[in-house]
T-cell receptor, first 113, second 115 residues
Framework: DQQVKQNSPSLSVQEGRISILNCDYTNSMFDYFLWYKKYPAEGPTFLISISSIKDKNEDGRFTVFLNKSAKHLSLHIVPSQPGDSAVYFCAASRYSGNTPLVFGKGTRLSVIA | DTGVSQDPRHKITKRGQNVTFRCDPISEHNRLYWYRQTLGQGPEFLTYFQNEAQLEKSRLLSDRFSAERPKGSFSTLEIQRTEQGDSAMYLC?????????????FGQGTRLTVV
């Protein structure tokens, strides 16, 4: 069963607008959540994370929101730039990141100039 | 460059052959992970080490797969008698041991094609 779900395979956004990528999880034991960005033929690159004791974490243009009661998190990118075009993976872990990551299937973001 | 390094980047092999991949983690990282990614999927966990000890293996890791990390530094992943279904990107990642809320850093992966 898929413990981490990204239900939108793709998303297209105009440059300068906000991109919102969503992720749902089913395992209530997850307490640490991460977003990775992946370009073709490269490994995933860490973007931003959030612990379950918080509901928001911000880093520059990137903000992650966590709604524990809904088991839902989202990544906001504002303003979106063409260089943000990539596949974004949501990942989750237990024990504050000390267990292997469980990934969603990814969302391909295209930012159109 | 002090990131995670994987070798080779690409490997094409005939079905039935054995292949071995190498991963060099970030030097101060005690934990090393192997993942596999196929088209349209996210990375799937295979196995991980803390120093030289293999702590967990996924159900995905069949008997044809073996991983080692003999001195707690680099790791190798061997696939024996390769099958076409083994074609995938094999990713290695490392992280500090026992950290609080620490992310894993990934290498660029080894793309395996079994023909």
């Amino acid at each position: 069963d898929q413990q981490v779900k990204q239900n939108s395979p793709s998303l297209s956004v105009q440059e300068g607008r906000i991109s919102i990528l969503n992720c749902d999880y089913t395992n209530s034991m997850f307490d640490y959540f991460l977003w990775y960005k992946k370009y073709p033929a490269e490994g995933p690159t860490f973007l931003i994370s959030i612990s379950s004791i918080k509901d928001k974490n911000e880093d520059g243009r990137f903000t992650v929101f966590l709604n524990k009661s809904a088991k839902h998190l989202s990544l906001h990118i504002v303003p979106s730039q063409p260089g943000d075009s990539a596949v974004y993976f949501c990942a989750a872990s237990r024990y504050s990141g000390n267990t292997p990551l469980v990934f969603g299937k990814g969302t391909r973001l295209s930012v159109i100039a | 460059d002090t990131g995670v390094s994987q070798d080779p980047r690409h490997k094409i092999t005939k079905r039935g052959q054995n292949v071995t991949f190498r991963c060099d983690p970030i030097s101060e990282h005690n934990r090393l992970y192997w993942y596999r990614q196929t088209l349209g999927q996210g990375p799937e966990f295979l196995t991980y080490f803390q120093n030289e000890a293999q702590l967990e293996k996924s159900r995905l890791l069949s008997d044809r797969f073996s991983a080692e990390r003999p001195k707690g530094s680099f790791s190798t992943l061997e696939i024996q008698r390769t099958e076409q279904g083994d074609s995938a990107m094999y990713l290695c990642a490392s992280s500090p041991r026992g950290g609080q809320n620490t992310e894993a850093f990934f290498g660029q992966g080894t793309r395996l094609t079994v023909v």
